[in-house]
Every structure is written in C-alpha cells, then in structure tokens.
C-alpha cells in the first residue's frame, strides 16, 4: 500500500464548480510536490513545497491554489477549470532533509473537468 | 532540449522473455541521481532504483537488473523472465542534485511494456 494517500480517486466537476483535492503523508518528509499527467505522457511538475513553503510553481494558472497547511498535508485547490485541465494529477512527497533520495507518489486524483 | 530519452514508446514480448528499456540522459552536473519508476494501470509510481552519478556498479535485483554507463550517458533496466504482472509504463527520470532540500526530477516519456501470456 502507498504511503502517500491522495483523495478523492475520482472527480467529476463543471467549469465553475470549486474542489479540492487532498494529499497526506506520514513519513516525516519535508517536501511534497503536485504533478500533472495527461494520459500517455510523464508527470509535469506543478509545484513543490519544501518545509511548509512554496518553492516553486511552474507557471501554473492562478485556477490552481496549492496549500500545504502541515508538513503531512498538501492540497490543491481548485476552481473555474478548462476541459483541458481534466488529467491524473499526482501528489508526492520526500525526505527533503538534504537526503537526494526517491519521491514516494500516491495513486493519483483523476480530474475530470465537464 | 530533453534531459531523459527513452526512446521506445512501446515494447511487447511474450512471458519469459528478457527485455531491456534503454534511457539516455544529458546533465553537466556532476552529482546527479537516476532513477526508474514502474507505473500499472493504477496510477501509482512506484520506485524501483535510484542510482548517483558517483556509482557505476551494476545493480541486480531480483528479475531486475540496471546497467549504468556514464561514457554513453545511459542507464538501462532489463527485466529477465517477464511476467504479465510487468506490464505497466516505465519511466526514466533524472535529478540534478539536491536544491535547497528538495529534487527536481525530470522524467522520460516513457516506455510502455506489453507482456502477452
């Protein structure tokens, strides 16, 4: 079983419905990153926050609020989004403690935008 | 220009067979670290090796087996035997180092690995 736990697995929504969606993890990692794939392509990185703050954000449009209450909580905040939008997007996180080690990935919330 | 190539989209084999998924990357760093995920259907990925730039011994794990060539700029993944259940995307990624406490990876496109019974 992942470490990382993503919710929901599924979600439907309308271009003006507003969602959230939910990564946690208790490994004791410092950094946790969203990523974006659309089918048959690798992960795009979305954003990565490191001890709580955000460090990067790679030009993602402003109907995407990353928020990351607690070093275990990440979420993604969601609002006014395109049919374009609709993809797996995945949560992960790792030791960010000076470690270079793997990102450990949940299963993934897949977005589908109406 | 592209840090990772996996440069076969999709793969299919019959059960048994040996396979090899070739990755090629491209860093000036000298301290980097590869790795490769396994993706099934599910959604998850999952880590199946991390390798530094400092360490080119051959690792075997298993059915697996990873080939780590700096003079060619390669890190190659050979699955012996192949079963059904290794059908998934597999995907290269390299990190360039440790940036203030955490990795940028940047992933291959992917190969997809079709096992028939």
């Known amino acids: 079983d992942t470490e990382v736990t993503q919710t929901p697995k599924h979600l439907v929504m309308g271009m003006t419905n507003k969602k959230s969606l939910k990564c946690e993890q208790h490994m004791g990692h410092r950094a946790m990153y969203w990523y974006k794939q659309k089918a048959k392509k690798p992960p795009e990185l979305m954003f990565v926050y490191s001890y709580e703050k955000l460090s990067i954000n790679e030009s993602v449009p402003s109907r995407f609020s990353p928020e990351c209450p607690n070093s275990s909580l990440l979420n993604l905040h969601l609002h006014a989004l395109q049919p374009e939008d609709s993809a797996l997007y995945l949560c992960?996180?790792?030791?960010?403690?000076?470690?270079?080690?793997?990102?450990?990935f949940g299963e993934g919330s897949r977005l589908t935008v109406l | 220009a592209q840090k990772v190539t996996q440069a076969q989209t999709e793969i299919s084999v019959v059960e048994k067979e040996d396979v090899t998924l070739d990755c090629v990357y491209e860093?000036?760093?000298?301290?980097?670290?590869l790795f490769w995920y396994k993706q099934p259907p599910s959604g998850e990925l999952v880590f199946l090796i991390r390798r530094n730039s400092f360490d080119e011994q051959n690792e075997i794990s298993g059915r697996y087996s990873w080939n780590f060539q700096k003079s060619t700029s390669s890190f190659n993944f050979t699955i012996t035997a192949s079963q059904v259940v290794d059908s998934a995307v597999y995907f290269c990624a390299l990190s360039e180092g440790l940036i203030y406490n955490f990795n940028k990876f940047y992933f291959g496109s992917g190969t997809k690995l079709n096992v028939k019974p």
């Open positions: 860093t000036r760093d000298t301290t980097y670290y």
């Open positions: 992960a996180s790792s030791q960010g403690d000076g470690n270079t080690g793997e990102l450990f």
